[in-house]
């Protein structure tokens, strides 16, 4: 009976591995149905507008790098507690058979042999507060993450609203264009005819850039099941021409919160390497089986037969390994130190060249607004030639406004991203 039910087990194995291919054409058909719901899900989406807060929530709700941002907290919150359950006794159970494979057939439940043990291990004391620090350190820098990349996200959100509101104001503009282009097509055909093709292409490239930034907004939601449209109420004010850069208790925050972990991280990496030379106590508690049943008999759990262990451990290190060791980790902590300080620098100059170059920005967005304003007192072109010069004026003047505006806007979210005190909605 047990040889049968060997070569069963051996046969279910066998079939196991050799049936990959199976179970994968078992799941193409749930795949495949899958393929098509997308297909006529992305064909036919429908539109849906969201102002500024509406926008907010679902990056928190469904962005993927929020997300995986919160599964490392989570994870380094149980690691915390895993510190602590380490102390929990241990609980095994074992049931083994021993036979020659001619004795198999005749095998009776006699000869299998069963337990169920516990142990207890402390570990050693400086080992566990080395643990139990490295496990918090970790948290801290898991939810500093977190807070730093959910500003990234809505940094990149918010640079899509300006886009779409950028984009919004050219589409109106191609609209206008359009209608003067089709009455020049009544007075002269073919160069009204040559005029619409214009802004049928600068229109053909303002649908592809609308395309684009629905998809970022999707990629920013985690959702594709909307054509994203974006309005901009409820925008944040972004002004940052007079923000203090020496204010460390509103600029920066998170950024030298961040800094300082690492720094601590550091420390501790060159304090666990000198824990080595120290002696270590290892403390342990051994019993004897729950139960255990052997033949055909069976032993309890006995309290005469627990026994406390306990270790002194101290290793010299006559081979200069915890020395060496020490050396390379000072050497790369020192270059990581030097690369922190670069851009820590880099950064500060950024900051203080962007306050130099708002004023300037915003100097020269004035000026074309002048002109366009301009443009549009203007009498009515009293032929195609000036109404097409006039036509390549505002084209370009609209071309350096959005650079403008693209530059001040990277700007302002990098004052933005820093600013500790604008984010507390």
């Not at 670069?342 to 306050?355: M, Y």
Request: overall charge neutral.
């Amino acid at each position: 009976m047990f040889r049968s039910l060997l070569f069963i087990g051996l046969a279910v194995m066998l079939s196991g591995c050799l049936s990959a291919p199976k179970r994968v054409h078992k799941e193409m058909p749930e795949v495949q149905r899958e393929w098509l719901a997308n297909l006529k899900g992305q064909t036919e989406l429908p539109g849906q507008l969201l102002d500024w807060p509406e926008a907010v929530a679902k990056v928190r709700l469904g962005n993927l790098k929020l997300w995986s941002a919160r599964i490392e907290v989570t994870n380094a919150q149980e690691e915390v507690r895993a510190v602590y359950r380490d102390l929990l006794p241990i609980l095994s159970l074992r049931s083994g058979l021993s036979r020659s494979l001619t004795d198999i057939p005749s095998t009776t439940p006699g000869d299998v042999t069963f337990s169920a043990d516990s142990f207890i291990n402390v570990p050693g004391v400086v080992g566990f507060n080395a643990r139990l620090f490295a496990a918090h350190l970790s948290l801290l820098r898991a939810q500093t993450a977190l807070a730093l990349t959910e500003r990234t996200e809505l940094i990149n959100l918010i640079k899509v609203f300006y886009a779409e509101k950028d984009w919004r104001e050219r589409m109106d503009e191609m609209e206008a264009q359009e209608r003067a282009a089709r009455q020049w097509v009544l007075l002269d055909p073919v160069l009204g005819q040559n005029a619409l093709t214009e802004v049928a292409l600068e229109k053909s490239a303002l649908a592809k850039e609308e395309d684009e930034l629905s998809e970022q907004a999707s990629t920013l939601f985690g959702d594709r099941s909307r054509r994203w449209q974006l309005t901009s109420a409820g925008l944040p004010s972004l002004d940052y021409e007079a923000l203090s850069l020496g204010d460390t208790h509103r600029v920066g925050q998170l950024q030298m919160r961040m800094a300082a972990i690492e720094l601590a991280g550091a420390r501790a990496r060159v304090q666990g390497i000198k824990l080595q030379y120290w002696p270590e106590l290892y403390l342990s508690v051994t019993a004897p089986p729950l139960y255990q049943q052997y033949g055909n008999g069976g032993q309890f759990f006995q309290t005469s037969a627990v026994q406390a262990n306990a270790d002194f451990f101290w290793q010299i290190d006559t081979r200069g390994y915890v020395s060496r060791q020490l050396r390379q980790e000072r050497r790369s902590q020192q270059l990581e130190r030097r690369q922190f300080e670069l851009e820590s620098q880099a950064l500060i100059g950024q900051l203080v060249g962007a306050q130099h170059v708002f004023p300037e920005i915003r100097g020269q967005e004035n000026q074309i607004k002048r002109q366009l304003n301009l443009l549009a007192f203007l009498p009515p072109p009293a032929n195609f030639e000036d109404w097409q010069r006039e036509f390549k004026t505002r084209q370009k003047l609209r071309r350096e406004q959005q650079k403008l505006a693209s530059e001040r806007a990277e700007l302002e979210t990098l004052f933005w991203f820093l600013d500790n005190d604008n984010w507390k909605f």
